[in-house]
């Protein structure tokens, strides 16, 4: 430590006896050789002197029962909210399974078949989408990586040129 000067923390830990040991002793002899140091803990300890002087503040009356009973209240709200979720999701799952039981087989089978069917055909269209793509991005690949080089670098060139150069020792 008898290189870094102390920082406020420490400084303060120092004062209110917590440094632990090793680091103490550290501090301790750096404060032998640095003036701004000392000064800095003795600030610190006159800070502590003069707050020790000062009556502690009471708090208000029924100022504990107060926010006691406003916990409370959050609890039972938040108690309430979770039992209301629960309870709109079973009976949304209620209904389900009743909607479901009631119209047995022919209610939802269309309905199951109709969106099986528009994934087929989605699966079908992208399957073919991508074997007519694939050969024309073959033939296309040379013509558009000489397009991104010829956009790309007078592009890199030009950042280059509006970022500062860099001072030596920096990072």
């Known amino acids: 430590m008898t290189a870094l000067h102390l920082d406020d923390e420490r400084a303060q830990l120092l004062v209110e006896d917590l440094l632990p040991e090793p680091a103490r002793a550290e501090a301790g002899a750096h404060l032998d050789g640095c003036p701004a140091c000392r000064d800095l803990v003795a600030s610190y300890r006159a800070l502590a002197e003069a707050l020790r002087g000062l009556p502690a503040a009471e708090p208000p009356a ?10 409370e209240r959050r ?9 209301l979720a629960v309870a709109i999701l079973a009976s949304a799952a209620v209904a389900a399974a009743a909607f479901l039981a009631a119209g047995a087989q022919g209610a939802w089978a269309p309905a199951l078949s109709g969106w099986s069917g528009a994934v087929a055909r989605t699966t079908t269209a992208l399957r073919i989408g991508a074997s007519v793509a694939a050969p024309v991005l073959g033939a296309l690949r040379i013509p558009i990586a000489a397009f991104c080089a010829a956009l790309g670098l007078p592009l890199l060139f030009a950042l280059g040129r509006l970022v500062p150069a860099r001072q030596k020792g920096t990072v």
């Open 75 to 83: 609890e039972r709200t938040a108690a309430w909210e979770r039992r």
């Open 62 to 71: 029924g100022f504990t029962a107060g926010v006691l009973a406003r916990i």
